[in-house]
């Protein structure tokens, strides 16, 4: 039983409360968690997350179970790599002088990126993509100066009717 | 109609069939107080001494009479007073609904006196919680707080109440409707053709019962299914008393202190239908040696138990009294007379013999002689040797007529349990064992017992030890007793009479005999005081993380 990472997703009542009870779950039973994304729903009453774990299949059993009998939450899903579309925002501050600027610039359409604040000290990019994509550019930003940077952890959808409904 | 939350809160008591509950007054719950106090018609308060013992008492009444236990207390020290005997519900799956005071809302987090977020501190240990912020949300989530502690796998449930929120007036419509609770009856008949297959293809069943054979009233369906199958049952702790001491299949507790034949049998066994259990690793020792050479057939209600501790071959998913009656209908009369020829060898090896010293007050004796009077009577116990050597000797005969600690290991849970187990027979004599230790912890519950008269038998097993730590160091620590001599100089003759009990004192067994004479013959709680050697041992017993062969006899 090797691990790996997975995704799951999960729709849960939208108020207070429930991201402690759903992070509070992953220490107490020792699960692994590389990140949690949480937004609301089409439907007000109903928020959705998605957790990015890590471990063996005893593990991923477990997380879903366990997560099934939390009261608040309403659906969980273990999502199936190949059906799904993962996204993650990723926000990098860089400080450069003028020279500098075209390259990064040119980095920045190479990788789809759009530069959402620019200042005499520090320019601001804003990319959005998978995991892979995103750790490429950070790793190819660090030949500059960075200030400080913040991701927001992937979001994931299914593709076509493959979907995560409330029933 | 227009009604003040606390009076909502008292009404959802009543329509929850909840006309016993046990509590503590203070500041954030005076206004519940009130209405409790016009309502004291439709529901009876218990007070106790301390939070505790009535959370313990809540989850003795739950566990006797299969209902949910309501619980009371305050903010703050009231609330975190709940903390222990919470947690203890919530490890042996105990229908509890616990209610607590808070600050007003405007004063939460501001570290208000007597503000504590019980909410947050248990999460972990309760099935679910609410911190009811909005009075026209109060009835509703009270009916929730039902539904969901007597739902599926039981458990406790916290609702925190500001104080506004109950002088609050909102409208309430008494006949709004109750959510049900979800059917769980519903058992996959392919789960069941399976299950019938492995049992059928096995050669050696075993059942080990749990907890959940209890919770699901399921005693009778599984003796109907240990005689269709032929196999032998081995016990779980709480699952104790779902096969009476005396029935030919009955094989006793499994695990690090188990009976031999029980352990054994499942050890030489081919297949384990596994009933309501979660294979704690007391149970289990050695998981690898435990599993190795059998398959596991796991029958629960909590998806999440299959496969967590033990891997099972498969499973059925569901209420274990529907499951079983499915199983029942779906399988052939089986025979299986060398294998129960085996278990008859085991059952009678010397291994598996209780020896009694006569000449002595031994445990053996103490329990004998409090189960030859009691007959199918409620026992309750503490936490430690005595608990142990309950469940080795004591011949119940009844399901839900045991009544301890099994999840957590609570010492102190006895008197608040055995009070709340007493009033959920309607007052009948519980006798509780418990011993030096564990007595010492919560023994003020004494003066409830007192102020209610209950016929309360209190059985101290009396070593002046720490037994079970003393015994752990005895093997495993060179004999270094670090902090389990107890110097104590208690008298507990004059300690019951303080209290307004009586008190006796056994050194011997006829004096433990007199003593019985007269604790059974009298109406309020009784202490009898039973001095036995402190290096009484618990056995067998097969150290942590061991199997079948590193089982200690003598």
Known sequence: MGNEQFVVSLLVANHAGV??????????????????????????????????????????????????????????????????????????????????LPEVKEAVATYRASIVDLS??????EITGETPKLNAFVDYMRQYKIIEMTRTGPTAMGRGMYCLEND | MLLTGAEIVVKELVANGADVVFGYPGGSVLNIYDELYKYSDKIRHYLTCHEQGACHAADGYARVTGRTGVVIA???????????????????????????????????????????????????????????????????????AFRIAQSGRPGPVLVDIPKDVQTARVEYDESAPRPACRPHDAICPDAVRRAAELICAAKRPYIYCGGGVIKADAAGELIAFAEKIDAPVG?????????????????????????????????????????????????????????????????????????KNIGATDCILGDVKAALKKLIEALPTLRHPEWNAHIKSLKEHPDNSIDM?????????????????????????????????VTQYYQFKKPRTLVTSGGLGTM???????????????????????????????????????????????????????????????????????????????????????????????????????????????????????????????????????????????
């Open chain 1, 120 to 125: 005499p000290e520090a320019i601001t990019i």
């Open chain 2, 74 to 144: 305050t903010s703050g020290p009231g609330a975190t007073n709940l903390v222990t005997g919470i947690a203890n519900a919530y490890l042996d799956s105990t229908p509890l609904v616990a209610i607590t005071g808070n600050v007003a809302t405007n004063m939460l987090g501001r570290d208000s006196f007597q503000e504590v977020d019980i909410t947050g501190i248990t999460m972990p240990i309760t099935k679910h919680n609410f911190l009811v912020k909005d009075p026209t949300k109060l009835a509703e989530t009270m009916r929730e």
């Open chain 2, 357 to 389: 010293d006569p000449q002595r007050l031994t445990p053996q004796s103490v329990i004998e002689g409090a189960c030859r009077r009691h007959g199918d009577g409620i026992v309750a116990t503490d936490v430690g040797q005595h608990q142990m050597w």
């Open chain 2, 235 to 307: 016990l779980s702790i709480m699952g104790l008393t779902a096969v009476p001491y005396e029935h030919p299949r009955f094989l006793g507790m499994v695990g690090m202190h188990g009976r031999f034949a029980a352990t054994k049998a499942l050890y030489d066994s081919d297949l384990v239908v596994a009933i309501g259990v979660r294979f704690s690793d007391r149970a289990t020792g050695n998981k690898a040696e435990f599993m190795q050479g059998r398959k596991f057939l796991h029958i629960d209600i909590d998806a999440a138990e299959i496969g």
């Open chain 2, 412 to 554: 102190g849970f006895g008197m608040g349990a055995a009070i709340g187990s007493c009033i959920g027979t309607g007052g009948k004599r519980t006798v509780l064992f418990t011993s030096d230790g564990s007595f010492h912890m919560n023994l003020n519950e004494l003066a409830t017992a007192v102020t209610n008269n209950l016929p309360l038998v209190v059985i101290v097993l009396n070593n002046q030890v720490l037994g079970m730590v003393r015994q752990w160091q005895s093997l495993f620590f060179g004999g270094r007793y670090s902090n389990t001599t107890l110097e104590r100089k208690t008298d507990y003759v004059r300690l019951a009479e303080a209290f307004g009990a009586k008190g006796y004192r056994a050194l011997t067994n006829e004096e433990y005999e007199k003593a019985l004479d007269k604790a059974f013959s009298s109406d309020g709680p009784v202490v009898i005081d039973c001095v036995i050697d402190r290096d009484e041992r618990v056995l067998p017993m097969i150290p942590p993380g061991g199997g079948i062969g590193d089982i200690i006899l003598r």
């Open chain 1, 19 to 100: 991201l402690t009870r759903v992070s509070s779950l992953f220490s107490r039973r020792a699960f692994n968690i590389d990140s949690l994304t949480v937004g609301e729903t089409e439907n007000p009453e109903l928020s959705r997350m998605t957790i990015v774990s890590w471990g063996d299949d005893y593990m991923k059993d477990q997380i879903v179970k366990q997560l099934q009998k939390l009261q608040d939450v309403k659906k969980v899903q273990l999502m199936k790599k190949e059906k799904t579309i993962l996204r993650e925002l990723l926000m990098i501050k860089i400080a450069i002088d003028k020279e500098q």
